[in-house]
């Protein structure tokens, strides 16, 4: 059965103060997680996690001085049970009575067999060993839970930076999504695009820093056809937060209109994104490499980096490199910006998965 957001979606307002423990904790607090850090794990917002206290009396059962909530093994396992029940339809109200009838018992610390799987049971995201942050991530796509995501994925970036959000915890959620689509027919759409959409828009508040004098912009742009931005966005964004012009004019763009930027600007650099073989333009590639600009007698070209496993694994034509991946593409694209680097090898160095 397709996930289903919860029928009876909890309110947003916070829980009020709660009363200090009245007695000892099974499993200990020194086992105990902050709100904050199971909500990252499951993949909800913390207001939903004193939502559902308040509304279903399924909190934690021990709390510091101070009234900070810690979550034990324990709760925690009722939270994967709900969570798991409510990504399958379930209504919050009727979930929650399954999950605290269903606790462990008083020897129990672990999850139970229930809730050991990823929430959503079959439903759930085929995601492989990967962060915490990941799975969170992963479970709050499936249960088209757009608040839950836009909070898990600033936090991401916050903590992680963007280089390795992206390759440890974004690009793989997508990769995850991408797979379940592939295997599912049209199930799941509706998650890839709630995800994509959701990183389009984090990466978008990336505040670039002021631009570094005298550099050449650095041109980067999806293959005519090719609506699948999202990689370039993340290159726009961190390349942005180095201080390096970027021109991106994202997804399918025409051919001309390509040619025609490459003229009117004089880039560094051109970057040409494709994501499958059928929008993997070769004669493009070859033309946008071959433009000239400047005076007669001192003519430049552009260095043409093409990214995205639409192009294959052939060598790349005369002032042509591959980029393989986010981190080490930047290490290439800055070489060249500051001019100490023609296009080499280089970009060969880490061919970590980059939007594949």
Not at 61 to 81: K, M, Q, S, V
Request: charged content about 20%; overall charge positive; aromatic content about 4%.
């Amino acid at each position: 059965m397709d996930p289903e957001p919860p029928t009876e979606p909890p309110p947003t307002d916070p829980a009020p103060p709660d009363p200090a423990p009245t007695g000892p904790v099974r499993g200990g607090p020194d086992a105990a997680l902050s709100t904050g850090a199971v909500a990252r794990h499951l993949g909800v917002s913390p207001t939903t996690l004193r939502s559902w206290e308040r509304r279903y009396a399924i909190g934690p059962a021990f709390r510091e001085d101070g009234r900070h909530r810690r979550w034990t093994p324990r709760d925690i396992a009722r939270l994967e049970l709900m969570c798991r029940l409510t990504a399958q339809g379930v209504p919050p109200s009727e979930a929650a009575r399954a999950a605290l009838g269903g606790t462990p018992g008083p020897g129990a610390v672990g999850v139970p067999r229930a809730a050991a799987g990823a929430p959503g049971g079959p439903n759930a995201l085929p995601l492989g060993e990967v962060r915490p942050a990941c799975r969170g991530l992963a479970r709050a796509a499936v249960r088209l839970d757009a608040p839950a995501v836009a909070d898990l994925l600033a936090a991401a970036l916050a903590e992680h930076g963007l280089v390795t959000a992206w390759e440890e915890v974004l690009a793989p959620t997508l990769h995850a999504v991408g797979r379940k689509w592939a295997s599912a027919g049209e199930r799941y759409v509706e998650v890839e695009h709630l995800l994509s959409w959701q990183i389009s828009a984090a990466m978008s508040r990336i505040r670039p820093v002021a631009e570094r004098p005298r550099t050449r912009p650095l041109l980067l742009a999806c293959a005519p056809g090719e609506q699948h931005s999202l990689p370039i966005e993340a290159l726009t964004a961190a390349l942005g937060e180095r201080g390096l012009p970027v021109r991106m004019f994202g997804a399918a763009l025409p051919a001309d209109a390509l040619r025609e930027a490459v003229r009117r600007t004089g880039p560094r650099a051109v970057v040409l994104w494709a994501q499958s073989r059928t929008t993997a333009d070769e004669a493009l590639a070859r033309s946008v490499a071959a433009i000239e600009w400047g005076p007669r007698g001192a003519r430049g070209h552009p260095a043409l980096l093409l990214a995205g496993p639409g192009w294959g694994t052939r060598g790349a034509a005369p002032r042509t490199e591959r980029l393989f991946g986010l981190r080490s593409g930047l290490a290439v694209i800055e070489s060249l910006a500051a001019g100490t680097s023609a296009v080499t090898g280089a970009a060969r160095a880490a061919p970590a998965a980059y939007g594949s």
